[in-house]
C-alpha cells in the first residue's frame, strides 16, 4: 500500500485530511510533514504537537509542550529562531509521524533576499519555504511510486485540485475531505473539541487560517485589520519589516492595495494603520484576501501590476538552500543546517 504524506500546516483542515488518512490506511503509513515559517502564532505549534501526538495514540511529551509555550516575540526573531528550530529536531525525534522542516527563513527574509514583497498575486515566502521546501523533502525521502500527497482542501475546494495536481507530479494527491462525509471547518473543530483537543486561537478570534500568526501577503484589509485589532504588536513588527523592504528596494510597493475612486494603489500597512486609528471603520470589510500555500501560482501571474521587478521561477529557487539529513536534504537537521547558515545568524 502506497504511504501518505500530509502537507500538515497545523490548521483544521490539514488535521481532518490527516485524521481520515489515518482512520483509512493506519498511523504506520501516514507521516505528517509541516514547514515551519518561523512566524506561525505561538497557539499553532501547540496543536501542531498535540494532533500529531494524538493521531499517534498518545500524549504529546510534556517537555515539547513547554518549549512550545516559551518561544521567544517576533522581535527577538535570532532568538525565535534557533528555539523552532531545535524544537522542531526535537518534536521529530520524539513523535513518530512528524517531520518538522524548516527552510531557515521568514517570509520578510525571503522577500528581502529575492527582491520582491509578496502580495495578493506572487508568494515568494509560501513558494519557497513550504512547497519547493516540501517537494525538495519529497524528492530526496519518497518514491512518487509509493507515495501519496494529502491535502487538506475540503469539498468546497475541489477547484484547488486541478492547479495542485500540476505542481505536485509526479506524487499523486489526495483530499480526503472532499470525499462524503462532508465536513465544514466549523464540523471539525468541533470534532476536536470533542477529542479534547483545543482549537487552535486564531479561529476564535475571527481568522480565517491559522497561518503566518494572522498575517498574510495575500490577505486582504479585513484580515490586516483584524490583526491590528488583535495583535497590534505583531501587526507592528510587519509593518516595520514591510518598511524596510520598501526602503532596501527603494520602490513605492506594498502588500495591501487601495482600489478606492476605481484606481489601484499601493497600501502600505503603516498607511492602513494611521487610517484606522483616525477612522477605525475606514476599510475593505469584504476583502480578506486567500491564502493558499499549497498551490502554485500561474506563471502569468507571476507579474505584480503596481511596480515591483518582475519575477522569475530562478528568483524563487535562490538564497541559502535546505541542508539536512540527506546528502544535505530537509528534515530533522533543519536546525543545525540552518546554524551553519551565516545568513540564519543575522539580526533584526
Ligand atoms: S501564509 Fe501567506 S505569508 Fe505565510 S507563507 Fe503562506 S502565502 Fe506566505
Redesign the pocket.
Known amino acids: 500500500m502506497p504511504g501518505r504524506v500530509v502537507m500538515f500546516s497545523g490548521g483544521v483542515g490539514s488535521w481532518g485530511a490527516a485524521r481520515r488518512s489515518v482512520g483509512m490506511h493506519g498511523i504506520g503509513q501516514v507521516t505528517l510533514l509541516f514547514a515551519d515559517?518561523l512566524?506561525e502564532d505561538d497557539d499553532l505549534y501547540r496543536f501542531l504537537l498535540e494532533t500529531s501526538a494524538r493521531l499517534a495514540g498518545r500524549d504529546c511529551p510534556p517537555g515539547l509542550l513547554a518549549r512550545a509555550a516559551s518561544i521567544p516575540p517576533l522581535t527577538e526573531m535570532g532568538r525565535r529562531r534557533r528555539h523552532l528550530l531545535d524544537l522542531g529536531a526535537a518534536a521529530s525525534a520524539a513523535l513518530g509521524p512528524l517531520e518538522w522542516i524548516a527552510e531557515g527563513r521568514d517570509?520578510h527574509r525571503v522577500y528581502g533576499d529575492v527582491r520582491f514583497l509578496?502580495n495578493s498575486l506572487v508568494?515568494p515566502?509560501?513558494a519557497i519555504?513550504?512547497r519547493r521546501l516540501m517537494r525538495r523533502w519529497l524528492e530526496r525521502d519518497r518514491d512518487p511510486l509509493d507515495t501519496i500527497c494529502v491535502l487538506g482542501f475540503d469539498w468546497s475546494e475541489v477547484h484547488r485540485l486541478e492547479r495542485a495536481e500540476g505542481f505536485w507530479a509526479p506524487w499523486r494527491i489526495e483530499a480526503p475531505l472532499t470525499e462524503k462525509p462532508r465536513r465544514s471547518k466549523e464540523e471539525l473543530l468541533f470534532e476536536l473539541e470533542g477529542l479534547g483537543i483545543r482549537p487552535p486561537r486564531l479561529y476564535a478570534e475571527g481568522f480565517a487560517?491559522n497561518?503566518?500568526g494572522g498575517?498574510?501577503?495575500?490577505?486582504g484589509q479585513a484580515s490586516f485589520a483584524l490583526l491590528l485589532r488583535r495583535h497590534p504588536e505583531r501587526y507592528r513588527w510587519h509593518e516595520e519589516r514591510e518598511e524596510e523592504i520598501r526602503a532596501r528596494l527603494d520602490r513605492d510597493v506594498s502588500i495591501m492595495r487601495d482600489r478606492r475612486g476605481g484606481r489601484t494603489r499601493p497600501l502600505t500597512m503603516r498607511l492602513f494603520r494611521r487610517r484606522l486609528e483616525r477612522r477605525p471603520g475606514d476599510f475593505d470589510g469584504s476583502e480578506w484576501g486567500a491564502?493558499s500555500?499549497m498551490e502554485e501560482p500561474s506563471t502569468a501571474k507571476e507579474v505584480d501590476a503596481v511596480g515591483q521587478p518582475r519575477l522569475n521561477g530562478s528568483d524563487l529557487v535562490g538564497g541559502p538552500r535546505p541542508r539536512g539529513r540527506k546528502a544535505g536534504g530537509p528534515g530533522r537537521s533543519a536546525a543545525r543546517a540552518a546554524r551553519r547558515d551565516p545568513g540564519s545568524r543575522r539580526r533584526r
Open positions: 515559517t512566524i517570509p509578496g508568494d515566502c509560501s519555504l513550504k487560517h497561518n503566518c498575517f498574510c501577503c495575500k490577505a491564502c500555500c
